[in-house]
């Protein structure tokens, strides 16, 4: 088999590339790539006053092109509307109120970064510019006037996370972020928290001195959900967002860090028996000056640790103590173990921690050491009431346990847990033997 000459194949090639020249000359699209380009006002205030804040922009686009919107000063700097975007054959209206990219202007101090901002005063040339896929390039031209424009920029004076280090488990401790945000004119104030994936969670603003969109400081707080019962975010590293935007549409933004850690709902119950009692009684009869003692379980079933504080179990209390004269007043977030009794003055006066130092979990936080049952842990739970006071009209008497979340709650199912009839008998009588 012969193989062609080099001229043949030479002249094979040029035919084709001419043949392809000749194609694209006649396929090529023709006329201009942008047709229609008007603007409805050749003048606009944009001060938010609603007369003459906006104008309209109309163009045609006749095939799939790259377009770009943007003023141009007297002085050839260009402020960018829309830039680069890409636009299939259509007609397209859109309002332009001077908002424009982001720019800097020399000297000013601006503390947030600045996402879009008005177009400073003055006379422009605007240019819709198209390119299409060919790369033919068109433009569109005319002239725009803006004057009395509010171009004081929304800036964020003061801002501030507290605590930096978020533990949204009710343990009374770093429960809430407390976020301060201080507006240098009108504005409205989107707060988020935002994970590393990109997704948002609205933090609102809380209620006070000044209503929202006033000018000065505002205040925000997040709790993570816990208060209705939902769980937090996972805990990581977060991004506090604030953007400003005041009613011209400028936009100013701030940012900080946040880290959530020990996260989650806090369950815990005084674990059922299957057989017997669930509160072990010493006795149901005891004689005066003598020693209730009682036992029971606890059970951390949630996936947060529970905070937990004193006095450690095995404390003895005298019936007309109260668990404040042991030093271990009521700490919000904290739980305790506790005795009630029928003739008792006031609800579960007797009050004991989930455990002792050496079985619990230390955590630092704030310069102090605190104890937690972690999550999947039990602990047991003793103690005594000396009991001295019989009161004729109500002997036997009630006694229960309960499991308080100090200044939170008492759940239900750990409210007047397994009562038990105890009698309070003079000395000179005989008490029943202990079971």
């Known amino acids: 088999m012969r193989l062609q000459s080099t001229p043949t194949i030479l002249f094979a090639t040029a035919i084709l590339a001419a043949i392809l020249a000749v194609g694209y000359l006649v396929t090529r699209p023709t006329g201009s790539v942008i047709t229609d380009a008007t603007i409805g006002s050749a003048a606009i205030t944009p001060n938010a006053d609603h007369n003459g804040d906006a104008t309209t922009i109309h163009y045609r686009v006749r095939r799939e092109s790259t377009v770009s919107v943007y003023l141009e000063g007297e002085d050839g700097q260009r402020y960018y509307f829309r830039r680069d975007e890409s636009r299939s054959p259509g007609v397209y209206d859109v309002l332009f109120s001077g908002i424009v990219e982001p720019f800097e202007i020399t000297g000013e101090n601006v503390k947030g970064a600045v996402l879009q901002r008005l177009i400073p005063n003055g006379e422009y040339t605007w240019v819709i510019e198209a390119t299409d896929t ?95 019962g939902s769980d937090p975010p996972p805990d990581g590293t977060y991004q506090v967002e604030v953007v400003a935007q005041d009613a011209e549409g400028q936009k100013v933004q701030v940012n900080s860090q946040l880290t959530i850690k020990d996260g989650g709902v806090p369950l815990a119950d005084v674990l059922a028996q299957p057989v ?37 179990p095995g404390y003895i209390y005298d019936q007309d103590d109260v668990f404040g004269v042991t030093g271990f007043f009521v700490e919000s977030g904290a739980w305790r173990i506790a005795i009630d009794c029928d003739t008792c003055l006031r609800n579960y006066p007797w009050r004991w921690g989930l455990g002792t130092k050496e079985s619990l979990t230390p955590i630092e936080s704030g310069g102090k050491t605190h104890y937690y049952l972690m999550p999947g842990k039990r602990a047991i739970v003793n103690g005594g009431i000396r009991l001295h006071n019989i009161i004729s009209s109500r002997n036997p008497q009630q006694f229960w346990a309960g499991l308080i979340h100090e200044d939170v709650g008492i759940a239900l199912r750990n409210d007047f847990v397994d009562p038990h009839w105890i009698e309070i008998v003079p000395r000179t009588a005989q008490a029943a033997p202990t079971p």
Do not use: C, M, W
């Not at 005891?286 to 951390?300: K, P, R, Y």
């Open 276 to 312: 017997g009692d669930t509160v072990r009684f010493s006795a149901e009869s005891v004689i005066v000056d003598d020693v209730l003692l009682f036992e029971l379980t606890v059970e951390n079933y949630g996936n947060a640790p529970i905070r937990t504080t004193g006095p450690e």
């Open 134 to 228: 060919y790369g033919k390039t068109d433009q569109a031209t005319g002239t725009l006037e803006v004057a009395d424009a509010d171009t004081d920029l929304p800036d964020i004076l003061e801002f501030s996370v507290a605590p930096q280090t978020f533990t949204p488990n009710q343990d009374g401790i770093d429960d809430r972020v407390k976020i301060n945000v201080y507006s240098a004119k009108p504005a409205t104030l989107l707060v988020y928290l935002i994970d590393e994936a990109g997704h948002r969670i609205f933090i609102p603003e809380f209620e006070g001195e000044r209503a929202p969109g006033e000018e000065g400081r505002h205040s925000f707080e997040y709790d993570g959900g816990i208060d209705n």
